[in-house]
């Protein structure tokens, strides 16, 4: 019935958990899939420790070092499910995860993916975030409404779609592009409002890289979904937000949750 796709590459000190998080569901018709990116720590060890425990575990190697985009593709080439959830190789699922998401997704028959609200851990705080419950484009433009590893899909329209987009400018904006394109193909997205993941989070300033791909991706689909050039005020807003210092970007960060 579902598919749980998650890359990893030298996650030594926290894919056991991670892993066992999924095996450990209250909803058990599953299989899981681990696409395992030419870690050269000890990481494809305990992956294949833990897949000889547990027949669900389907294990994946690349010979080199691919990326998220395509080892994640790698996955979607081999799943069996109706639905795919996405798990990320340093977050906890909460138990209900699959089980929650699973019976909004057969309740919910015009939402096409399904995320929740998640528990963002930080090293020494963390927050829950406030996601809406049904984003429309205009709210996906703002911002990426959704959580990529909490996210739970029906496998036949990600398909439908391409998959992920393997394309070097849509580099660490992967899932927002993704997302932006299934609302461009007229499938939408809700989001669960109880936390159902434990977000694993490191904050740093994020990269001249990452606002150029963002830039990019939102001035294409401003015009891709038919939303108002005056939205092009967010790319703006992005470019300035690369000059606030990093340490009141944290400061701001903590005080708006």
Same mark, same amino acid.
């Given at each position: 019935?579902?598919?749980?796709?998650?890359?990893?590459? @030298?996650?030594?000190?926290?894919?056991?958990?991670? &892993?066992?998080?999924?095996?450990?569901?209250?909803?058990?018709?599953?299989?899981?899939?681990?696409?395992?990116?030419? +870690?050269?720590?000890?990481?494809? @060890?305990?992956?294949?420790?833990? +897949?000889?425990?547990?027949?669900?575990? #389907?294990?994946?190697?690349?010979?080199?070092?691919?990326?998220?985009?395509?080892?994640?593709?790698?996955?979607?080439?081999?799943?069996?499910?109706?639905?795919?959830?996405?798990?990320?190789?340093?977050?906890? +699922?909460?138990?209900?995860?699959?089980?929650?998401?699973?019976?909004?997704?057969?309740?919910?028959?015009?939402?096409?993916? &399904?995320?929740?609200?998640?528990?963002?851990?930080?090293?020494?705080?963390?927050?829950?975030?406030?996601?809406?419950?049904?984003?429309?484009?205009?709210?996906?433009?703002? =911002?990426?409404?959704?959580?990529?590893?909490?996210?739970?899909?029906?496998?036949?329209?990600?398909? +439908?779609?391409?998959? *992920?987009?393997?394309?070097?400018?849509?580099?660490?904006?992967?899932?927002?592009?993704?997302?932006? =394109?299934?609302?461009? *193909?007229?499938?939408?997205?809700? @989001?669960?409002?109880?936390?159902?993941?434990?977000?694993?989070?490191?904050?740093?300033?994020?990269?001249?890289?990452?606002?150029?791909?963002?830039?990019?991706?939102?001035?294409?689909?401003?015009?891709?979904?038919?939303?108002?050039?005056?939205?092009?005020?967010?790319?703006?807003?992005?470019?300035?937000?690369?000059? #606030?210092?990093?340490?009141?970007?944290?400061?701001?960060?903590?005080? =708006?949750?």
């Amino acid at each position: 019935m579902i598919s749980v796709i998650m890359a990893t590459h @030298n996650r030594e000190d926290k894919i056991e958990k991670s &892993v066992y998080s999924i095996l450990n569901q209250t909803y058990n018709d599953f299989e899981f899939i681990i696409c395992d990116d030419c +870690s050269t720590d000890d990481t494809f @060890n305990i992956l294949m420790e833990l +897949s000889n425990k547990d027949k669900r575990v #389907i294990l994946l190697r690349n010979d080199t070092n691919l990326g998220l985009q395509k080892s994640l593709n790698r996955c979607l080439d081999v799943c069996r499910g109706k639905y795919i959830a996405r798990m990320d190789d340093d977050d906890i +699922s909460m138990s209900d995860r699959l089980s929650v998401q699973k019976e909004f997704l057969e309740n919910n028959l015009e939402y096409s993916f &399904v995320g929740s609200n998640v528990n963002e851990v930080f090293d020494n705080y963390s927050l829950i975030t406030n996601l809406p419950l049904y984003p429309s484009k205009y709210d996906l433009i703002k =911002r990426n409404q959704f959580v990529h590893p909490s996210i739970m899909i029906k496998s036949s329209d990600i398909k +439908s779609v391409g998959g *992920y987009s393997e394309d070097v400018n849509h580099l660490r904006v992967e899932d927002y592009e993704l997302w932006l =394109r299934l609302y461009s *193909y007229g499938y939408f997205g809700a @989001n669960i409002k109880k936390p159902l993941l434990d977000y694993s989070k490191v904050f740093t300033n994020t990269k001249l890289l990452d606002r150029k791909n963002k830039i990019k991706l939102v001035h294409y689909y401003i015009k891709k979904l038919g939303i108002p050039k005056y939205y092009e005020y967010l790319n703006v807003l992005t470019a300035i937000k690369f000059l #606030i210092p990093y340490k009141l970007k944290k400061i701001i960060r903590i005080k =708006r949750k």
